[in-house]
């Protein structure tokens, strides 16, 4: 059984700080990576993608990996009120680019 | 490009009736999935195609759900007789090609889907 965990929150940070997300997967074959942020009411929209050990930046955004720990995190700095949505986890197997969503952690920044 | 486009964005039936959700791929992604969301179940793959041929419905819930695609350019998803247990958001996503490490899923608006 193919699984996505992530805390399901909410995770309340103030406006300024660092927002942490964590994302645990169990398929050890697994090679892709993503978030997705999705605001109430609205689809999912990709944000960062990842597929080696290490750090990947973009901007505001930093994905980490560790497969050796099946685990992913994205970081967020300097949290802003407009960053409060849900933060998806989703990882990658077979060959269809078939996703397994965790149940998502819903992020609110607060001013 | 006009990304995923899914019709209709709001449907409310009886149940027993038949729903039928249609969606258009990004031109040229030659994947297509169609997602259900709820708020117990989270973001659940019903099936999804590669190049017009379905791959994977596991996760098509019951003999109520069918789906296709006859091209390239047009899916749709068929629940028949309906239930008030299917009422979801269903997105529809697309994918520019298969077996690609790391490939991203563009997702269309959704449909929210009320059944009385």
């Known amino acids: 059984q193919k699984e996505v965990e992530q805390n399901s929150g909410p995770l309340s940070v103030p406006e300024g700080a660092i927002a942490s997300l964590n994302c645990t997967y169990s398929d050890r074959g697994s090679q892709s990576f993503f978030w997705y942020r999705q605001y109430s009411g609205k689809s999912p929209e990709l944000i960062m993608s990842i597929y080696s050990n290490g750090d990947k930046e973009d901007g505001r955004f930093t994905a980490q990996l560790n497969k050796a720990s099946q685990y992913v995190s994205l970081l967020i700095r300097d949290s802003q009120p407009s960053d409060s949505a849900t933060y998806l986890c989703a990882v990658m197997w077979g060959g269809y680019n078939k996703l397994i969503f965790g149940a998502g952690t819903r992020l609110a920044v607060h001013p | 490009d006009a990304g995923v486009i899914q019709s209709p964005r709001h449907e409310v039936t009886e149940m027993g009736q038949e729903v039928t959700l249609r969606c258009k791929p990004i031109s040229g992604h030659n994947s297509l999935f169609w997602y259900r969301q709820t708020m117990m179940r989270g973001l659940e793959l019903l099936i999804y195609?590669?190049?017009?041929?379905?791959?994977?419905d596991s996760g098509m819930p019951e003999d109520r759900f069918s789906a296709k695609m006859p091209n390239a350019s047009f899916s749709t998803l068929k629940i028949q007789p309906s239930e008030p247990r299917d009422s979801a958001v269903y997105f529809c996503?697309?994918?520019?090609?298969?077996?690609?490490?790391?490939?991203?899923?563009?997702f269309g608006p959704g449909t929210r889907l009320l059944v009385l």
């Open positions: 996503a697309s994918s520019p090609r298969q077996g690609a490490e790391g490939e991203t899923q563009y």
């Open positions: 195609f590669n190049n017009n041929v379905p791959i994977d």
